[in-house]
């Protein structure tokens, strides 16, 4: 399994075809308490850039952004009831949604975690 | 281009004081602000149940000075300010002269001036605006050199009672002993403080004018005490937000009457009759519940939250109204709003839509505030 991260704050992770998407650990502690967040619907087709999830906190609401295009096949449904997984475990049980990548030559525009580390320490 | 643009970025007196403490700086008011420390729902919940120090010091000071202050400040508010007795705070609107809501604010009758607290967003065209009003014996000092705290939550008493404040004159009362809306000059050794018992979070607390050279110093020892912590415009904003108290620029503006923003309470009986105040007649027109729209409160259906600039639409999907400020309130653990819509629509009860990023929410028309008041008020006789 591979893990990519995205200049707005996303990870993905993927295996086979499959991508797993989130935001990254520095992503929550911008954004602060997480209330809510509204994941895609299953099945939903997502072009690469096009909104796919919001993450509320207190204070605002925030874009998550497909960082690949393809197909939702699944929801983290454990967010309804507790966003706060999102704070607590970001980059693992606070996964926001799954698709079916539609081209995986797009991973190619994503940072690996050494890049993406550096990113952020010049932010 | 306005003041506000070619203005550069202003420091708070307790600037270093924040960053040293973590806070996340955010640009407001043409200040760099601490938006939090710990995080909005911590602070937020501390207030509640301890006490919390705001650094509100962008917010303007203004003192007027002469005879005559009063009758020309109730030129351009509704308030019954020359009615107003020594040591007493009254909150009150500035008024354009049609009656559009520029600004609102404290004014306190000292005994040797007005001292007035406004926006800070809004303070140097208040200022402005206060200068093309005052007759020729009425001066105005902006105290630009003194700051602001704010002491908020129901330990602020107990808190601030451990600090040897001592009331100007030794017959007069201590900072405790002050009611909701009373305020009084006071020494801090020898630190001059002005201190109101007034707030913005719905709280019991204190707001304190302090000079800006002991600033550091009044806010360390405070923060030392086991009761306070620091808090942020973040928590500030949800505080205030559940305790239904509308924030300038975002609730009302210059569009806006008064009795649409319902601030009724406002419109004193005196003036309401005196009717003499900038925009007096379009604004009693609406008196007391004649306007087209209205400042409601709002409980969300569901757990996502609404945002300022959200629609509210009526079932054909009409635009009828907008939400200015929404959030999730941490005491309730639910979303809540403040929005305008039609009067018709205004009762508590009344289901409402609200159209956010294409999508309909269910709405609840809701009494304010969201959460109760807990102010020390003077008891009724």
Not at chain 1, 94 to 123: I, N, P, Q
Not at chain 2, 73 to 99: F, H, M, W
Not at chain 2, 270 to 284: M, Y
Request: aromatic share 8%; glycine share 10%.
């Amino acid at each position: 399994m591979s893990r990519y991260f995205t200049d707005e704050h996303e990870w993905v992770d993927v295996e086979g075809d499959t991508a797993t998407v989130g935001i990254t650990d520095y992503a929550q502690e911008q954004l602060g308490d997480i209330v809510f967040v509204e994941t895609p619907e299953v099945g939903a087709e997502l072009g690469q850039g096009d909104d796919a999830a919001v993450v509320e906190s207190v204070k605002a609401a925030s874009d998550v952004y497909a960082a690949v295009s393809g197909t939702v096949v699944e929801v983290n449904e454990a967010l309804e009831d507790e966003p706060a997984l999102v704070n607590s475990s970001a980059e693992e049980d606070g996964w926001f949604f799954r698709l079916t990548l539609s081209d995986t030559d797009e991973l190619g525009d994503l940072m690996d975690e050494k890049a993406y580390k550096a990113f952020v320490a010049d932010l | 281009m306005s003041d506000e643009q070619t203005e550069t970025l202003k420091k708070l007196p307790l600037d270093s004081w924040h960053r040293g403490l973590g806070a996340r700086m955010v640009l407001f008011a043409g200040y760099e602000m601490p938006v939090q420390y710990e995080g909005v729902m911590a602070e937020h919940l501390w207030t509640r149940e301890n006490a919390g120090l705001f650094d509100v010091s962008h917010m303007g000071q203004v003192q007027l000075v002469g005879e005559g202050a009063a009758e020309a400040l109730e030129a351009i508010v509704p308030g019954n300010i020359s009615a107003l007795g020594v040591g007493k705070i009254r909150y009150t609107l500035l008024l354009a002269q049609d009656g559009g809501i520029l600004d609102d604010l404290m004014v306190t009758n000292t005994g040797r001036n007005l001292y007035l607290v406004v926006n800070g967003a809004t303070k140097h065209d208040d200022i402005a605006y206060f200068k093309a009003q005052l007759p020729s014996g009425v001066t105005l000092d902006h105290a630009e050199d003194s700051a602001l705290l704010a002491l908020q939550g129901p330990k602020a008493a107990a808190a601030l009672a451990k600090l040897e404040i001592s009331p100007l004159q030794p017959d007069w009362p201590v900072p405790a002993d002050l009611y909701f809306m009373e305020a009084g000059p006071f020494m801090w050794g020898d630190i001059p403080l002005g201190i109101s018992r007034s707030g913005y979070t719905g709280e019991d607390g204190y707001e304190i004018s302090v000079p800006a050279e002991h600033t550091e110093k009044l806010a360390t020892a405070l923060c030392a005490l086991d009761e306070v912590k620091p808090i942020g415009l973040g928590a500030r904003d949800s505080l205030r937000l559940e305790a239904g108290l509308p924030l300038y620029g975002h609730d009302m503006d210059t569009d806006i009457l008064p009795v649409e923003a319902n601030l009724n309470f406002a419109l004193s009986k005196a003036r309401r009759e005196e009717a003499n105040f900038a925009g007096a007649e379009r604004v009693l027109a609406q008196y007391p519940s004649k306007a087209d729209k209205k400042r409601v409160g709002l409980f969300v259906n569901g757990r996502q939250p609404i945002r300022e600039g959200a629609n509210v639409v009526d079932a054909d999907g009409n635009i009828i109204g907008a939400v200015t400020s929404g959030g999730f309130s941490p005491t309730l653990q639910k979303p809540i709003a403040m929005a305008y819509v039609p009067m018709a629509l205004a009762e508590t009860g009344t289901e409402i839509i609200v159209e956010q990023r294409g999508k309909p929410i269910a709405c609840t028309v809701a009494d304010m505030p969201f959460v109760p008041h807990n102010y020390h008020r003077k008891p009724k006789l």
